[in-house]
């Protein structure tokens, strides 16, 4: 029987500069928090850079703070110039933490599906415009929401299907799953030393959206709480599958979620994904739709350049 995975495996990061986005809260923060202490420099990528500071301060060690809006292209597109400002010229690891999941339908100002904006577009955007600076690895985290996900392809911002806040989530998630496979592909075929993984953190409390709609939504939501505090993951256990990636010996390319039962909690195992997830033609359009709609190119720059 081995012993369960503990932060102690990331041993000493001291050097290492390592981007965090999302990292104010729950998984994002727990994996920031954990990154620092292992003595990394951690950058945190935050839409509200107040409680980022707050957070930065909190959590000690050698940690800044860069504002980035992933729904905003604009915000994304002006994030290399603020690691400039803040000295940081190369990254060894760049962790695409953050993510969505919204009430309501609404478009961001580019335009976009919020919930696809900010979980695929914002952060494929993002990590090809610093695909140049990454040295070593690239971590998204995705979902085993992605395995009940109904795909349209020619309609990924839903404007002419349905828009649902579980179907909108669990496609988002399958188009990351999706880049995640075209990413690992064209890295290898790049020769590129820089690898990459995809993650599942299991059901997270923490991560929970706030429901709103009068007194019935908010019985609902205790309900979902009292549940969660008994079956979900603590936001250390979810941020232990990102972790995973940066301790162990897993192959490019690796999904990596929880040992329980339904993927709610338990500690990081190497695990399957759906066959959808798996396919290389299918991923080829949503990269294709991704720089259409970002105007970036994947692995138009040299990944891990020396």
């Not at 420099?41 to 860069?66: K, S, W």
């Not at 429901?211 to 936001?235: E, H, Y």
């Not at 301790?247 to 909690?265: A, K, M, N, Q």
Request: aromatic share 4%; net charge neutral.
């Amino acid at each position: 029987m081995t012993s369960q995975w503990t932060p102690g495996r990331l041993g000493d990061l001291t050097g290492k500069r390592i981007i965090v986005t999302g990292a104010t809260n729950g998984v994002g923060l727990a994996t920031a928090t954990a990154l620092a202490r292992a003595g990394a420099r951690v950058i945190l990528a935050v839409r509200n850079t107040a409680l980022g500071a707050q957070r930065a301060l909190e959590m000690g060690g050698d940690t800044v703070v860069a504002e980035l809006d992933l729904a905003d292209l604009g915000s994304v597109r002006a994030f290399p110039g603020r690691l400039d400002t803040l000295g940081v010229d190369e990254i060894d690891i760049l962790i695409n933490n953050a993510g969505t999941l919204t009430r309501q339908r609404w478009d961001t100002v580019d335009g976009f599906e919020a919930t696809i904006a900010t979980n695929l577009l914002g952060p494929f955007a993002l990590t090809n415009l610093l695909l140049d600076r990454v040295r070593d690895q690239i971590i998204n985290v995705g979902s085993e929401a992605h395995k009940s996900a109904t795909l349209h392809l020619d309609d990924l911002h839903l404007r002419a299907h349905k828009w649902t806040v579980m179907g909108a989530y669990a496609a988002s998630k399958l188009t990351v799953m999706l880049w995640g496979l075209e990413l690992d592909r064209r890295l290898r075929a790049a020769g590129s030393p820089v690898v990459t993984q995809l993650t599942h953190p299991g059901w997270v409390d923490s991560n929970l959206p706030q429901l709103s709609g009068g007194p019935l939504m908010g019985i609902v939501q205790r309900g979902v709480k009292v549940v969660a505090g008994a079956l979900a993951n603590d936001k250390d256990a979810g941020a232990a599958t990102t972790l995973y990636c940066i301790s162990e010996p897993i192959p490019p390319g690796s999904y990596v979620g929880v040992d329980g039962r339904f993927g709610l909690r338990g500690g990081p195992v190497l695990i399957g994904r759906s066959a959808l997830a798996c396919d290389y033609a299918v991923a080829g359009r949503v990269v294709q739709f991704a720089e259409q709609e970002t105007g970036t190119e994947l692995l138009a720059a040299r990944a891990g350049k020396r």
